[in-house]
């Protein structure tokens, strides 16, 4: 098992140096703790059919446009877009709104890392909230690309933070860590929970949401949780 991070994403068709060029041969996880990986997690938990990643609002609503039932999905900001069904709030994916309902997600930062792993042959969202489920799932995948959605293309410590806590748990499993993402990742791990809850709650994109006021602030304490969902499930 070979695992690679990378801090922001790249463009789709690159290739990790020494990986197979095409990408079916990966499994990738889209990483956004705050919020985009976190909410998918419930929102998959609570029966949605399926996550449409959207680049631009305009493109969601033209998807929604061929697909009347699809919800429209996504933030700028933090805040709901005007029009749309659903902001990224965990605490708007109920079982009652989403089951069996596809999602039109055009979150800012999220959407891009879902782009990114595409066209994997898997793709995972990946967050502390189900952290250690996901771990398990990814047990024997050959190639594992961790995809960090960063902020507006910058370096996000909140996702990198999870990255890391993910590649020590891979590495405990036999997995080879790769490159100087996954170092740098690695080098952040958190020691425990108590530190985890500091890094998220303290990073740039915690402090900025928590701003919000005290809905947003709940959001970002449930997002510094581990294993608040004992399952994982495919994108």
Known sequence: MRVRVEL?????????PGWPRHPRRWTGVAI?????STTLAF??????ARVVPAATIEEA????????????????????????????????????????????FASTNGSLALRRIARCGSRW??????????????????HVLL????????????????AGWLCERLAAAGATIEGPGAALARALTPADTLETKAL?????????????GSAYAADVDLCARLDVIERTFEV
């Open 8 to 16: 922001t994403p790249s463009a789709p068709e690159v290739a990790p």
């Open 125 to 142: 969202c990946g967050a502390f909230v189900n952290g250690t489920a996901l771990a398990r799932a990814l047990s024997g995948r050959s």
């Open 61 to 104: 609503l033209a998807w929604r446009s061929r697909e009347p039932r699809a919800l429209l999905c996504g933030e700028r900001d933090g805040r709901r877009i005007p029009g749309f069904d659903l902001g990224n709030s965990p605490a708007e994916y109920g079982e009652d709104v989403v089951r069996g309902r596809a999602l039109v």
């Open 32 to 36: 956004d703790v705050l919020r985009a």
């Open 200 to 212: 998220v709650q303290g990073s740039e994109h915690g402090r900025y949401l928590r701003s919000l």
């Open 43 to 48: 929102a998959l938990r609570n029966g949605a």
């Open 147 to 162: 995809v960090c959605a960063g902020k507006l293309g910058r370096f996000a410590l909140e996702d990198a933070v999870f």
